[in-house]
């Protein structure tokens, strides 16, 4: 079955660093999300993209933030200036284009700001 | 803004038996989706089950099934024969009925198996 990858697995990080998460969506999938989840917090939304452009974002997902999609299969986040609290799990995921299919998350990608 | 609650931040089940996690939500949409995800300590993202709103017919995946009260805004999910590896964090969320919609989250329920 077809799976979202993202990488790394686990990324170290200094504060006030660049940090660029990626992910590499279902081949047929035409729309892109990422998620975050604060260590024992539930997840939240940050940003979803569609044919090529932010469709939506959350308060969360500010101008330290950015996402692109430099190629037909990569799907980034950038995280321009790292801060402690940015520390947490960011899930990627995609769906299709069909409306009663659901969205299909990566593994995480574990972000650890020192 | 939609919400999604889950009251029961843990829950004990012994093996074999069944257990009942609540979720409850508030929309003003008539229409939309509802799911139960797993996350066990590895903290993947793994779908167990869906239910669309327009359905009156609870949804059921093997020993997976809803109890999903439109009118009460209530979706909780039923765990039979629980086993092991059913242990994990269980979130409820909800998505609307538009194309690359969101999804809200719940707090999730932390789902314990006795042996």
């Known amino acids: 079955e077809p799976e979202v990858t993202q990488t790394p697995s686990h990324q170290v990080t200094q504060m006030g660093q660049e940090v660029i998460l990626r992910c590499v969506p279902i081949s047929n999938h035409l729309y892109f999300y990422w998620y975050r989840q604060i260590l024992g917090q539930k997840v939240e939304f940050l940003v979803s993209?569609?044919?090529?452009?932010?469709?939506?974002k959350s308060e969360i997902f500010d101008d330290q933030f950015s996402v692109e999609r430099p190629d037909g299969s990569n799907f980034t986040l950038k995280i321009r200036s790292t801060k402690l609290e940015d520390s947490a799990m960011y899930f990627c995921?995609?769906?299709?284009?069909?409306?009663?299919?659901?969205?299909?998350f990566g593994d995480g990608t574990r972000l650890s700001i020192l | 803004a939609q919400t999604v609650t889950q009251s029961q931040p843990e829950m004990s089940v012994q093996e074999a038996e069944t257990v009942t996690l609540s979720c409850t939500y508030d929309?003003?949409?008539?229409?939309?989706?509802l799911f139960w995800y797993k996350q066990p300590p590895s903290r993947q993202m793994i779908l167990v089950i869906r239910?669309?709103?327009?359905?009156?017919q609870n949804a059921t995946e093997n020993r997976f099934s809803v109890n999903f009260q439109k009118a009460a805004k209530s979706f909780s999910l039923k765990i039979s024969d629980s086993q092991l590896g059913d242990a994990a964090m269980y979130f409820c969320a909800y998505r609307r009925m538009e194309y690359g919609n969101k999804l809200v989250f719940g707090a999730g329920t932390i789902l314990r198996v006795k042996s």
């Open positions: 929309t003003s949409e008539s229409d939309y989706y």
């Open positions: 239910q669309e709103a327009y359905k009156q």
């Open positions: 995921a995609s769906s299709s284009v069909s409306v009663v299919q659901p969205q299909h």
């Open positions: 993209f569609y044919n090529n452009e932010i469709s939506e």
